[in-house]
T-cell receptor
Framework: NAGVTQTPKFRVLKTGQSMTLLCAQD?????MYWYRQDPGMGLRLIHY???????AKGEVPDGYNVSRLKKQNFLLGLESAAPSQTSVYFC??????????FGSGTRLTVV | QKEVEQDPGPLSVPEGAIVSLNCTYS??????FMWYRQYSRKGPELLMY????GNKEDGRFTAQVDKSSKYISLFIRDSQPSDSATYLC???????????FGQGTRLTINP
């Protein structure tokens, strides 16, 4: 059982470039999330989805877009990358009130 | 002010010591309280969860929540080098779909 899979694991972007991070879960969870983790800041919620075809903004949504076209996939897009978006990005899915499962992360550097 | 505050440490203790990790929170509506363990370059894993106030024990780990003082604690008994990781506290309002994290405390257990 793979759980939550994130691709790619590492990426270096130039300022202004665009990219999409892919999250896939095989647990049939309704809820999916994108967090970013920065030193001293913990994990901060970017966007989330409560089901296929739905998305909602989290704490730090600016500069990001998301899509949930299929229940098992949640995509995070950066249209024009900025150095401030250098971070480690985690995807999570959830079952019930507290059963969050996290992926292993994507390390993104914007130069 | 962050809704969940956690001393980032780092915290370094000798093997076998009792470790106390603490968080405070400001939102009195929080009902679910969780502790996640995150090894280096990995995603967070759920370690303990507590609903409302009280204690919960699981092996060498004890989680405590005091809602009157808005204080969350994790105790690790007989600490082992394998416990070296970053520990993140997190809270959630019942029925809400967003988990709010503290900054995380980096813990090192020295053999």
């Amino acid at each position: 059982n793979a759980g939550v899979t994130q691709t790619p694991k590492f990426r270096v972007l130039k300022t202004g470039q665009s990219m999409t991070l892919l999250c896939a879960q095989d647990m049939n969870h309704e809820y999916m999330y994108w967090y970013r983790q920065d030193p001293g800041m913990g994990l901060r919620l970017i966007h989330y989805s409560v089901g296929e075809g739905t998305t909602a903004k989290g704490e730090v949504p600016d500069g990001y877009n998301v899509s949930r076209l299929k229940k098992q996939n949640f995509l995070l897009g950066l249209e024009s990358a900025a150095p401030s978006q250098t971070s480690v990005y985690f995807c999570a899915s959830k079952e019930g009130d507290y059963g969050y499962t996290f992926g292993s992360g994507t390390r993104l550097t914007v130069v | 002010q962050k809704e969940v505050e956690q001393d980032p440490g780092p915290l370094s203790v000798p093997e076998g010591a009792i470790v106390s990790l603490n968080c405070t929170y400001s939102n009195s509506a929080f009902q679910y309280f969780m502790w996640y363990r995150q090894y280096s370059r990995k995603g967070p894993e759920l370690l303990m969860y507590t609903y409302s106030s009280g204690n919960k024990e699981d092996g060498r780990f004890t989680a405590q929540v005091d809602k009157s003082s808005k204080y969350i604690s994790l105790f690790i008994r007989d600490s082992q080098p394998s416990d070296s990781a970053t520990y993140l506290c997190a809270s959630q309002i019942q029925g809400a779909q967003k988990l709010v994290f503290g900054q995380g405390t980096r813990l090192t257990i020295n053999p």
